[in-house]
T-cell receptor, first 111, second 112 residues
Framework: GESVGLHLPTLSVQEGDNSIINCAYS??????FIWYKQESGKGPQFIIDIRSNMDKRQGQRVTVLLNKTVKHLSLQIAATQPGDSAVYFCAEGDSSYKLIFGSGTRLLVRP | SQTIHQWPATLVQPVGSPLSLECTVEGTSNPNLYWYRQAAGRGLQLLFY??????ISSEVPQNLSASRPQDRQFILSSKKLLLSDSGFYLCAWKGDRRGEQFFGPGTRLTVL
């Protein structure tokens, strides 16, 4: 079936460096993509979203890139901080009410 | 502001016992509500979705059920728990922004 997956289950970065978390999707009907951050023992939190008619969107220290040709989504975090340590999920949506979540990437920030 | 509550925070139940997890939302009316399950180290699996009182959509066949007796109350139940029901259960409500969901603190269920 359709699915959203991630290339790297764990990413370790040095504090201050930039982080890039990748995600592949397979549902061609998806036209909306979201990144969520989940800290240990908590529910996920919305970070940033992007519609399929865009290829880049920037937020505060975060940028989401969308490549529809290869069905690839990435989250870039600038100047990674210890508070960024968490599991990051990409999710895709279409015209329905559902979001399909990927399996997650754990980001570890080394001091 | 809107808040979402879940209880209990943790629960340990024997196989075959019943289950009732509650989710309530404050500060919003007629919210779209979701129940998700998250296995250890995994993503979120959508279990149920509700657009209003008494309206439940089930996403996967299982021994769980959901009910929405009040506008801001969403309950997840089971008559007999299985070992495979262990996981982190999350309730969420849909925000105004497309794809935006606000999650509760979750209930960690361990079935022994």
């Amino acid at each position: 079936g359709e699915s959203v997956g991630l290339h790297l289950p764990t990413l370790s970065v040095q504090e201050g460096d930039n982080s890039i978390i990748n995600c592949a999707y397979s549902n061609s009907a998806s036209d909306y993509f979201i990144w969520y951050k989940q800290e240990s023992g908590k529910g996920p939190q919305f970070i940033i979203d992007i519609r399929s008619n865009m290829d880049k969107r920037q937020g505060q220290r975060v940028t989401v890139l969308l490549n529809k040709t290869v069905k690839h989504l990435s989250l870039q975090i600038a100047a990674t901080q210890p508070g960024d340590s968490a599991v990051y999920f990409c999710a895709e949506g279409d015209s329905s009410y559902k979001l399909i979540f990927g399996s997650g990437t754990r980001l570890l920030v080394r001091p | 502001s809107q808040t979402i509550h879940q209880w209990p925070a943790t629960l340990v139940q024997p196989v075959g016992s019943p289950l009732s997890l509650e989710c309530t939302v404050e500060g919003t009316s007629n919210p779209n509500l979701y129940w998700y399950r998250q296995a250890a180290g995994r993503g979120l699996q959508l279990l149920f979705y509700s657009v209003g009182i008494g309206q439940i959509s089930s996403e996967v066949p299982q021994n769980l059920s959901a009910s929405r007796p009040q506008d801001r109350q969403f309950i997840l139940s089971s008559k007999k728990l299985l070992l495979s029901d262990s996981g982190f259960y999350l309730c969420a409500w849909k925000g105004d922004r497309r794809g935006e969901q606000f999650f509760g603190p979750g209930t960690r269920l361990t079935v022994l």
